[in-house]
């Protein structure tokens, strides 16, 4: 009997799976193909369209990879997708889709291929914005990316491998990825079946609008593996809009260095559980620094939006305009308060700071947590640009500290939030601080600085 009443449940089960058939009709002639040639180079990359081998993700790849011609050939070929935003001819796509490209042509649903313009390309978010003259074309309709669901159906419309208005559904397996060269990019997450050449094509909600654009795929082979990651509209809709008014997108900048929060940090900060985005350094002269941010404070909250993981803050900056007043809600020696600043622009030089390895100095005996400190000299202090610390000589590999991740050559700024002077203070603090829980330590390494939570033992001897 039980048999019976679950097969006669099957039909109703099928007609409440969505039918796209009506949808995918009423929006693939507003979604092109973007084919783009360039020189050739002896550079394998460049085929894929990258300019060079170490601007292709080790894990991320992007989806313009159509085969190009063979590498004897004076020019090298690729196809992505677009899609029409405006009935004069203003498109939506990637920005590695067209990047470093001498000619750009679309693809028409009615056959037509005209040479588009690129109006402009945002790397940062991915987002590129082209112009073809025409009139009169279908369009797509842009829906808001921040209703959308983990589990809700989406389908995308692209040209995988070059195979036009080819159609692939799934759903939404998550929102706000933070992806290893996205930092800017809340990325939606889905289980679409997207391939090289859906790079820059659309994503739907079951309304027909479009929420996303697609852009990477989580393979090891190239191909889909079951991840796809598009940007969210609203962020691809505000950096089209900057492109096409100004020829560039600007993005918010705050002038500091995170880190995410693991359990023994969390209990060395005073949290309870692992959240909000720690400030390992600030820039001088940025607005955080203005606003009087300090390495060791913890980000709890941006403009209200509560901060679960430290990867969450940069996209929620990046789209703030510059000039605009923002909140941080931090926390600073185990205390709960408000920072208001104004958010700068951020700028193409790299904030991050340059390396400098330091001398190996004179090593002392391992201390209580297995490190070797030495003093730092002044001619130490002036290249590195602070007034005190330790250098890191060397180490017991077994050590809690050497567990804990410290490196021969870090330099130990503070510990358990007390600024560390020299050597004899460092071991008065550690000989201080409470046995059997994890002390903060803030090091620095190659100029740049972040926490460590190193476990104390119970016993030191």
């Known amino acids: 009997m039980l048999l019976v009443l679950s097969l006669l449940a099957l039909p109703?089960?099928?007609?409440?799976?969505?039918?796209?058939?009506?949808?995918?009709?009423?929006?693939?002639?507003?979604?092109?193909?973007?084919?783009?040639?360039?020189?050739?180079?002896?550079?394998?990359?460049?085929?894929?369209?990258?300019?060079?081998?170490?601007d292709v993700p080790e894990l991320f790849k992007r989806f313009f990879q159509q085969m190009p011609d063979e590498p004897s050939s004076p020019e090298a070929h690729a196809?992505?997708?677009g899609f029409i935003i405006s009935p004069d001819g203003y498109i939506m796509t990637n920005a590695h889709v067209v990047a470093d490209s001498d000619e750009v042509t679309v693809s028409l649903s009615d056959r037509r291929e005209l040479p588009a313009k690129v109006v402009g390309v945002d790397e940062k978010t991915d987002v590129a914005l082209l112009k073809i003259n025409a009139s009169n074309l279908p369009t797509?309709?842009?829906?808001?990316?921040?209703?959308?669901?983990?589990?809700?159906w989406v389908f995308a419309i692209g040209a995988p491998?070059?195979?036009?208005?080819?159609?692939?559904?799934?759903?939404?397996?998550?929102?706000?990825?933070?992806?290893?060269?996205?930092?800017?990019?809340?990325?939606?997450?889905?289980?679409?079946?997207?391939?090289?050449?859906?790079?820059?094509?659309?994503?739907?909600?079951?309304?027909?609008?479009?929420?996303?654009?697609?852009?990477?795929?989580y393979s090891r082979s190239g191909g889909y593996m079951g991840l796809s990651f598009a940007i969210p509209i609203n962020v691809a809709k505000n950096v089209a809009d900057q492109l096409k008014t100004e020829g560039h997108a600007d993005h918010g900048w705050l002038g500091v260095m995170i880190q995410d929060m693991n359990q023994a940090l969390a209990q060395s900060f005073g949290l309870d559980k692992p959240h909000g985005a720690l400030v390992a350094q600030v820039t001088p002269n940025s607005p955080a620094q203005k606003a009087g941010l300090k390495a060791g404070d913890v980000i709890l909250s941006y403009n209200g939006t509560e901060l679960n993981r430290s990867n969450e803050l940069p996209p929620l900056v990046g789209s703030t305009a510059a000039g605009s007043t923002a909140s941080l809600g931090i926390l600073r020696d185990g205390k709960e308060q408000t920072l208001k600043l104004t958010i700068g622009k951020l700028n193409e030089k790299s904030e991050k700071l340059a390396a400098n390895d330091n001398g190996s100095g004179s090593s002392d005996e391992e201390n209580a947590l297995g490190l070797a400190v030495t003093d730092l000299n002044a001619e130490q202090r002036s290249d590195l640009g602070i007034q005190s610390g330790v250098l890191v000589t060397g180490m017991n590999p077994e050590g809690v500290a050497a567990e804990a991740g410290i490196r021969p050559q870090d330099v130990i700024l503070s510990f358990n939030h007390?600024?560390?002077?020299?050597?004899?203070?460092?071991?008065?603090?550690?000989?201080?601080?409470?046995?059997?829980?994890?002390?903060?330590?803030?090091?620095?390494?190659?100029?740049?600085?972040?926490?460590?939570?190193?476990?104390?033992?119970?016993?030191?001897?």
């Open 12 to 54: 109703a089960l099928a007609n409440e799976l969505p039918d796209f058939t009506g949808l995918i009709a009423q929006n693939k002639d507003a979604v092109v193909s973007v084919n783009t040639t360039r020189k050739a180079s002896g550079n394998p990359a460049s085929r894929f369209g990258f300019p060079n081998d170490q």
């Open 79 to 81: 196809v992505g997708s």
């Open 140 to 152: 797509v309709k842009l829906g808001n990316s921040d209703q959308l669901k983990v589990g809700q």
């Open 161 to 217: 491998f070059g195979f036009e208005y080819s159609a692939t559904q799934g759903v939404v397996s998550a929102l706000s990825r933070s992806l290893p060269d996205g930092t800017y990019v809340p990325f939606i997450q889905t289980d679409v079946a997207v391939n090289p050449g859906n790079s820059g094509g659309p994503l739907f909600d079951l309304q027909g609008n479009v929420v996303g654009v697609n852009s990477q795929i």
């Open 418 to 461: 007390q600024p560390v002077k020299n050597v004899s203070q460092l071991e008065k603090l550690i000989d201080h601080s409470p046995k059997g829980k994890p002390a903060a330590v803030q090091v620095m390494r190659k100029q740049q600085t972040l926490f460590v939570a190193i476990p104390i033992p119970e016993k030191m001897g």
